[in-house]
């Protein structure tokens, strides 16, 4: 019943791109019948499905508890990729895996053995590597072995725990697990393989670009594409066989200064198949402006210190808003430590710190023309793809969008079925792991084009009668490969600048190098005076996972930009040998 | 094949010439020899690009070199009759040894005081094209040189700091050789294997496993792949290597109901992958493997134990290199923390006179099996060299690398490393022989009178054995463990019986006068080798030996029970 109602809006919702309408053709109406009874014809699951019916039966140590939940996770990756330097082939991969996590909860929903961290001890999830065959025996004899390990896992923890728990006395009593009504779910995107001959030859012609680029010392282009198939079954009921398929292109290049300090950037693309990556003209362009804007750092100044209003472009604002904001929409129970013997005042001290926005339910977070909404349905966004587009998460729970912020106050958190204080339920956002954003959807009232918030600076500069003003244009991301501060991220949350400009107040813009974010935090982005109207879409990893942000460009009142600290290497001595001639 | 000696070599000769200044004509002038590739062509080319520019700096280099290591692999993986990997991939990586100060003094000599005793540490290897295009290579070889220049230069004046503060070194050797300039060039291997037939004959090395509930996991790999190896330095050597190596290696655990894990290995090497083992010979070791687990499972526990054994000729390989192999790696006598066992024990007897120990990387095989540790050209461009290591049971010498030590101020081929790492001297082909055989039924003869000459119950057979591993440094007792798997007690009455649970322990002075005969069935263990350089393919032959004593002790056991549930009944 749950899964006709479920699967039937998912179709209403999803009819609106081309791609998907065929899609559901071909794949969501037979996936019925895979989900039913197409499970009795793939091996993989039913040794899943049996295994764990004979676990959730028989698995118990003598005088201890039996498992309450069980749930295996069955995933699969198929990754290509290739990558070369300076027009030549640096090597290629071909891989393909399967891993099972699985999860054994001993204990009550309540109270069991997860949200545990026992001293010197893994208190996660069991993985272990499966074959890669569809062989059901042998699939089933290494669930068998690593069900076992699990379930020994889990009772040795949960006895630590209660142990641990007798002697205190816990300040916020939240249950360990959600309930979460039974669902099934097929929700298949698989892609062709692509061909590594042609994607290499791409990857030298893009590569080559940089024969052109004397400014420029080390560079490199990587294309990947990974298809990942995950089945899923938990002993309440539900599963799920999910598969998606992406392709990525990234190119990066770096130099020094003639002052010895690093200099950077990359591109970064991503597409659904290797036919719907940008045409090679584009990629060429934009590998070359690549090296345009690296090669023109070069000459950039250095900002030694600035303290006033700064305008964050593009890449810059979905960057600054993912990697500083981002990260506290996620929701993780605090778990209960074991110390190591000694103990001291017992409690409170060590373990990971809280996430603040805890604290910040129903208040303000932004100001109160944002609104914040974490969207897995969307497939694009203003006729833009966006990617992270996911039917249900890690634990078999649907997804659905989220609001996260509405007139900059706080709604909820990205949820596991772990509850936290105030997020009960989950909000299907489990991913490797952790609770994380799909779509991240940033939207601003009242939002100015391009031309008004330049103007907006420069009126903020003659308020405070400052000389210039900073525009932030792009900013690193450490996963892509950038970021080569001599100081890394020092001590701000934020990475890097990598491209930027002094604004005068006539509107003149001088090139800027070398900056960093200091002390830019989440009560920073209350003091955003305004926002764009269009949002950039910036799609990068996010904690591991390809997550899509859409964030217009900010304003922020005052902020403090600077000069990284810290020894610099000297430049290579000897040219570049394809250029010293 | 020889340049003309360098600035270099009259440095050695004459150690108060304290500056050797590098000198690129060298490199430039050598040749390069028939078969090389544009990959060697741009190695020299960038010596020479880059050494002229450093020549600017106040303190330039005084050696250079790079080697390019290029591997292309096929390794298929399988675990109960089903595939459970299979990779395919090319990698070509870039190793840089860069030096400054004079030989004498440079910036690879050990920093004392560090933990762990300083000296030279692999500063890792880096991806490089695996077109042969030279402009790309020497992209990233002039980028990489100019970073290792940096550190090179900055290492250095530590290395001088750290000279000063602490007490005069015990060896006073220097920190780098000549060697004469090589050019060789062997033509790359060519690579095509068929992935999915690979992937079908390893699943059947493992499916005969899944018939048996006890066996928990049952594991093998079928790697076939070439190395390929460019050498370049600023002496003038150039040399080219192309080797294909292929291997098969089977792995079953069982565990005993006390909970002592049990396992049993079997390896296979050959240099092509038409001579490697028919599937028939693999799968009759199979069955062997299974029968042995099925036994060991309930052989009885053997308690520590004191007398006579005999070690099988792999077991006695593997004893070769721990105790003894380990101990004369030349680098080992010039560091302050470690035991230097060996080290002034030269010209002493240390074996009965029949023996004969040596080194021999340039030798392929060893009657019909091919040895794992070959080699034509070591990690720094030295030619392969048999070296004498024990004649006529009297300790002659040690495996040297470019780093002298007293009284052997050259290399004899044997530094080595996996790539991203220094060199280090190595084994390579341990070969122990004895000029006295006798049959291995006089050798068991033998064993049993000293059983009951030393009124012992039994003597010990170490069958087979897993590996092993020494302790060569001074902060902890200088012991070795050989992991014995098939251990037999042999009683007075010739009665053998199967034990588990023993390691061969001691210490290695009092386990080599405990030698006392060979047999004449010599036996070779191919394998992989772990030390501070990295894992290197080496290889140890010796026949099966007779101990008058050796010491075992009792393995360290699992504490985890045995599986809940049966193994499923299996459904397909």
Same mark, same amino acid.
């Given at each position: 019943?749950?899964?006709?109602?479920?699967?039937?809006?998912?179709?209403?919702?999803?009819?609106?791109? *081309?791609r998907?309408?065929?899609?559901?053709?071909?794949?969501?109406l037979p996936?019925?019948a895979?989900?039913m009874?197409?499970?009795?014809?793939?091996?993989v699951?039913?040794?899943?499905r049996?295994?764990?019916?004979?676990s959730m039966?028989?698995?118990?140590?003598?005088n201890?508890?039996?498992?309450y939940?069980i749930?295996?996770?069955v995933?699969?990756?198929?990754?290509?990729s290739?990558?070369?330097?300076?027009g030549s082939?640096?090597?290629?991969?071909?891989?393909?895996?399967?891993?099972?996590?699985?999860?054994?909860?001993?204990?009550?929903?309540?109270?069991d053995n997860?949200n545990?961290?026992?001293?010197g001890?893994?208190?996660?999830p069991i993985?272990?590597?499966?074959?890669?065959?569809?062989?059901?025996?042998a699939i089933r004899r290494q669930l068998?072995?690593?069900t076992?390990r699990?379930?020994?896992?889990?009772?040795e923890?949960l006895s630590?725990?209660k142990?641990? *728990?007798?002697?205190?006395?816990r300040?916020?009593?939240?249950?360990?697990?959600?309930?979460?009504?039974?669902s099934?779910l097929?929700?298949l995107n698989?892609?062709?393989p692509?061909?590594?001959?042609?994607?290499?030859?791409l990857?030298?012609?893009l590569?080559?670009?940089?024969?052109?680029?004397?400014?420029?010392?080390?560079?490199?282009?990587?294309?990947?594409a990974?298809e990942e198939?995950?089945?899923?079954?938990?002993?309440?009921?539900?599963?799920?066989?999910?598969?998606?398929?992406?392709?990525t292109?990234r190119?990066s290049?770096?130099?020094?200064?003639?002052?010895?300090?690093?200099?950077?950037?990359?591109?970064f693309?991503v597409?659904?198949s290797w036919?719907t990556?940008?045409?090679?003209a584009d990629?060429?362009a934009?590998v070359?402006d690549?090296?345009?804007?690296?090669?023109?750092?070069?000459?950039?100044?250095?900002?030694e210190?600035?303290n006033?209003?700064?305008?964050?472009e593009?890449?810059?604002?979905?960057?600054?808003?993912?990697?500083?904001?981002?990260?506290?929409?996620?929701?993780?129970?605090?778990p209960v430590?074991?110390?190591?013997g000694?103990g001291?005042?017992?409690?409170?001290g060590?373990g990971p710190?809280?996430?603040?926005?805890?604290?910040k339910?129903g208040?303000?977070?932004?100001?109160d023309?944002?609104?914040v909404?974490d969207?897995?349905?969307?497939?694009?966004?203003?006729?833009a793809?966006?990617?992270?587009?996911?039917?249900v998460?890690?634990?078999?729970?649907?997804?659905?969008p989220?609001?996260l912020?509405?007139?900059?106050?706080?709604?909820?958190?990205l949820?596991?079925?772990?509850?936290?204080?105030g997020v009960p339920r989950s909000?299907?956002?489990m991913?490797d792991?952790?609770?994380?954003?799909?779509?991240?959807?940033?939207?601003?009232?009242?939002?100015?084009d391009?031309?008004?918030?330049?103007?907006?600076?420069?009126?903020?500069?003659?308020?405070?009668?400052?000389d210039y003003?900073?525009?932030?244009?792009?900013?690193?991301?450490?996963?892509l490969g950038?970021?080569?501060?001599?100081?890394g991220?020092?001590?701000s949350?934020?990475e890097?600048?990598?491209?930027?400009v002094?604004?005068?107040?006539?509107?003149?813009?001088e090139?800027?190098?070398?900056?960093?974010?200091?002390?830019?935090d989440p009560?920073?982005?209350?003091?955003? *005076?305004?926002?764009?109207?269009?949002?950039?879409?910036?799609?990068?990893?996010?904690?591991?996972?390809?997550?899509?942000f859409?964030v217009p460009?900010?304003?922020f009142?005052d902020?403090?930009l600077?000069?990284?600290?810290?020894?610099?290497?000297?430049?290579?001595?000897?040219?570049?040998?394809?250029?010293?001639? | 094949?020889?340049?003309s000696p360098?600035r270099?070599t009259?440095?050695?000769?004459? &150690?108060?010439?304290?500056?050797?200044?590098l000198?690129?004509?060298?490199a430039?002038? =050598?040749?390069?020899?028939?078969?090389?590739? &544009?990959?060697?062509?741009?190695?020299r080319?960038e010596? =020479?690009?880059?050494?002229t520019?450093?020549?600017?700096q106040?303190q330039?280099?005084?050696f250079?070199?790079?080697?390019?290591?290029?591997?292309?692999?096929?390794s298929?993986?399988?675990?109960?009759?089903?595939?459970?990997?299979?990779?395919?991939?090319t990698?070509?990586?870039? !190793?840089?040894?860069?030096?400054?100060?004079?030989p004498?003094?440079?910036n690879?000599?050990a920093?004392?005081?560090?933990?762990?005793?300083?000296?030279?540490?692999?500063?890792?290897?880096?991806?490089?094209p695996?077109d042969?295009?030279p402009? =790309?290579?020497r992209a990233?070889?002039w980028?990489?040189?100019d970073?290792?220049?940096?550190s090179?230069?900055?290492?250095f004046?530590?290395v001088?700091t750290?000279? +000063?503060?602490k007490?005069?070194e015990?060896d006073?050797?220097?920190d780098?050789?000549a060697?004469?300039?090589?050019?060789?060039?062997?033509?790359?291997?060519?690579?095509?294997v068929?992935?999915?037939?690979?992937e079908e004959?390893?699943?059947r090395?493992?499916? &005969?496993f899944?018939?048996?509930?006890?066996i928990y996991s049952? @594991?093998?790999?079928l790697?076939?792949g070439v190395?390929?190896r460019?050498?370049a330095?600023?002496?003038?050597?150039?040399?080219?290597?192309?080797? &294909?190596?292929?291997?098969?290696?089977i792995?079953?655990?069982t565990?005993? !109901?006390d909970?002592?894990?049990?396992?049993?290995? %079997?390896?296979y090497?050959?240099f092509?992958?038409? +001579?490697?083992?028919s599937?028939?010979h693999v799968?009759a @070791?199979v069955?062997?493997?299974?029968?042995?687990? %099925?036994a060991l499972?309930t052989?009885?526990?053997? !308690?520590p134990?004191?007398?006579?054994?005999?070690?099988s000729?792999?077991?006695a390989?593997?004893?070769?290199? %721990?105790?003894?192999?380990?101990?004369?790696?030349?680098?080992? +006598?010039?560091?302050? @923390?470690?035991g230097?066992?060996?080290?002034?024990m030269?010209?002493q007897?240390?074996?009965?006179?029949?023996?004969?120990?040596y080194?021999?990387?340039a030798?392929?095989?060893?009657?019909t099996?091919?040895?794992?540790?070959h080699y034509?050209?070591?990690?720094?461009?030295?030619?392969?060299?048999?070296? $004498?290591l024990?004649?006529?049971?009297?300790?002659?010498?040690?495996?040297?690398?470019?780093?002298?030590?007293?009284?052997?101020?050259?290399s004899?081929?044997?530094?080595?490393?996996?790539?991203?790492?220094s060199?280090?001297?190595?084994q390579s082909?341990l070969?122990v022989e004895?000029?006295?055989?006798v049959s291995?039924?006089v050798?068991?003869?033998e064993?049993r009178?000293?059983?009951? =000459?030393?009124q012992?119950?039994?003597?010990?057979?170490?069958d087979?054995i897993?590996?092993?591993?020494?302790i060569?440094?001074?902060?902890?007792?200088?012991?070795?463990?050989v992991?014995?798997?098939?251990?037999?007690?042999?009683?007075?009455d010739?009665?053998?019986?199967?034990?588990?649970?023993a !390691?061969?322990?001691?210490?290695?002075?009092?386990?080599?006068?405990?030698?006392?005969?060979?047999?004449?069935?010599?036996?070779i263990?191919?394998g992989?080798?772990?030390?501070?350089?990295?894992?290197? $393919?080496?290889?140890?032959v010796?026949?099966s030996l007779l101990?008058s004593?050796?010491?075992v002790?009792?393995k360290?056991?699992s504490?985890?029970?045995l599986?809940?549930?049966?193994?499923?009944?299996?459904?397909?």
């Open positions: 019943m749950t899964f006709m109602k479920f699967t039937s809006s998912r179709l209403a919702s999803r009819g609106r791109s *081309l998907r309408v065929v899609l559901a053709l071909v794949a969501v996936a019925l895979f989900a009874a197409g499970d009795a014809q793939d091996p699951m039913r040794a899943m049996d295994e764990l019916a004979r039966a028989q698995l118990q140590l003598e201890l508890e039996k498992p939940f749930s295996y996770r995933q699969e990756a198929r990754s290509q290739v990558a070369a330097q300076f082939a640096l090597g290629r991969n071909e891989s393909r895996n399967r891993i099972v996590v699985i999860e054994v909860r001993v204990g009550t929903p309540a109270l997860t545990f961290q026992a001293a001890f893994g208190s996660g993985g272990a590597n499966l074959p890669m065959d569809d062989d059901y025996d068998w072995l690593t076992d699990a379930y020994k896992q889990s009772v923890l630590k725990k142990a641990v *728990l007798q002697n205190k006395t300040t916020e009593v939240l249950p360990d697990f959600s309930a979460q009504p039974l099934t097929t929700d698989p892609g062709a692509i061909d590594l001959a042609q994607a290499e030859t990857a030298r012609e590569s080559a670009v940089f024969r052109e680029s004397p400014g420029v010392a080390t560079s490199s282009v990587r294309i990947g990974t198939t995950t089945r899923y079954v938990n002993s309440e009921g539900s599963s799920f066989v999910r598969s998606s398929f992406l392709v292109l190119a290049a770096a130099t020094q200064a003639d002052d010895g300090f690093p200099l950077d950037d990359h591109t693309t597409a659904r036919a990556l940008p045409p090679k990629l060429l934009s070359r690549l090296g345009r804007r690296v090669t023109a750092q070069r000459t950039a100044s250095l900002l210190q600035y006033g209003p700064v305008l964050f593009g890449q810059a604002a979905a960057e600054i808003f993912a990697q500083v904001i981002a990260p506290n929409f996620s929701a993780r129970p605090r430590l074991e110390t190591s000694r001291g005042r017992g409690g409170g060590g710190a809280e996430n603040p926005f805890l604290d339910l208040a303000r977070v932004l100001p023309f944002f609104t909404i969207d897995p349905t969307l497939t694009s966004l203003n006729g793809p966006l990617f992270g587009e996911n039917r998460d890690d634990e078999g729970v649907p997804t659905r989220v609001t912020v509405e007139k900059g106050r706080l709604k909820t958190l949820a596991s079925r772990a509850p936290v204080r909000t299907g956002s991913q792991g952790t609770p994380v954003p799909s779509n991240l959807i940033v939207t601003a009232a009242d939002g100015l391009a031309a008004a918030l330049k103007a907006e600076l420069l009126k903020l500069l003659e308020q405070r009668g400052k003003g900073v525009i932030v244009r792009r900013l690193a991301n450490s996963t950038s970021g080569a501060s001599p100081s991220r020092g001590n949350r934020a890097s600048v990598l491209v930027a002094k604004v005068f107040p006539d509107g003149r813009e090139p800027l190098r070398n900056i960093e974010v200091a002390g830019i009560p920073s982005f209350k003091d955003i *005076l305004v926002a764009g109207r269009e949002p950039f879409i910036s799609t990068v990893p996010f904690q591991g996972v390809i997550c899509s859409a460009s900010l304003l009142e902020l403090t600077k000069k990284p600290s810290g020894e610099i290497g000297k430049p290579p001595i000897a040219k570049h040998p394809f250029f010293d001639r | 094949m020889h340049s360098s270099f009259l440095a050695r000769l004459a &150690p108060a010439f304290a500056l050797a200044c000198n690129p004509t060298n430039t002038a =050598a040749e390069l020899p028939k078969n090389a590739t &544009p990959v060697l062509a741009a190695m080319a010596l =020479a690009h880059s050494t520019a450093f020549t600017s106040s330039p280099p005084y250079l070199s790079y080697e390019i290591t290029e591997n292309r692999r096929v298929v993986n399988s675990s109960f009759g089903a595939l459970m990997a299979s990779t395919e991939n990698t070509r990586v870039l !190793d840089i040894d860069l030096r400054v100060g004079s004498a003094l440079d690879t000599h920093i004392r005081g560090n933990f762990g005793g300083g000296g030279p540490t692999g500063s890792g290897a880096t991806s490089i695996v042969d295009s402009e =790309a290579i990233t070889l980028y990489q040189t970073r290792r220049f940096k090179a230069v900055e290492q004046t530590r001088k750290n000279v +000063q503060v007490i005069e015990e006073k050797s220097a780098f050789c060697e004469p300039a090589h050019t060789y060039a062997e033509a790359p291997v060519t690579f095509s068929d992935r999915r037939a690979l004959r390893v699943r090395f493992t499916a &005969p899944s018939a048996h509930k006890n049952a @594991d093998a790999s790697t076939i190395e390929t460019w050498y330095n600023t002496e003038g050597t150039l040399v080219q290597t192309s080797q &294909p190596t292929c291997r098969i290696v792995s079953a655990v565990k005993a !109901d909970g002592m894990v049990l396992p049993r290995f %079997e390896t090497f050959a092509r992958p038409e +001579q490697l083992p599937d028939a799968l @070791d069955k062997k493997i299974i029968a042995d687990l %099925e499972r052989a009885p526990i053997v !308690d134990y004191t007398g006579p054994a005999i070690l000729g792999r077991a390989g593997v004893f070769f290199h %721990e105790v003894f192999g380990h101990r004369i790696e030349g680098h080992r +006598q010039k560091r302050a @923390d470690e230097q066992t060996f080290k002034k030269l010209g007897k240390l074996l009965p006179e029949t023996f004969n120990v080194c021999d990387p030798r392929p095989k060893y009657g099996t091919e040895l794992g540790g034509l050209y070591d990690n720094q461009g030295v030619k392969a060299q048999r070296v $004498p024990i004649e006529s049971g009297v300790f002659t010498g040690f495996l040297m690398a470019r780093i002298p030590i007293d009284g052997f101020p050259t004899n081929g044997h530094g080595r490393k996996a790539t991203g790492a060199v280090v001297s190595r082909n070969i004895t000029t006295k055989p291995p039924a050798l068991k003869e064993l009178k000293l059983v009951v =000459a030393q012992k119950p039994y003597g010990l057979l170490f087979d897993q590996g092993g591993f020494a060569t440094g001074r902060t902890s007792p200088n012991a070795f463990n992991q014995p798997i098939m251990v037999y007690r042999i009683f007075p010739g009665r053998e019986e199967l034990v588990r649970g !390691d061969f322990i001691g210490t290695p002075l009092s386990a080599f006068s405990k030698i006392t005969a060979a047999d004449n069935a010599p036996d263990f191919n992989v080798c772990g030390a501070e350089s990295g894992w290197v $393919p080496v290889s140890a010796s026949p101990l004593q050796v010491e002790q009792k360290e056991k504490q985890e029970r599986p809940i549930l049966s193994a499923p009944a299996g459904k397909s």
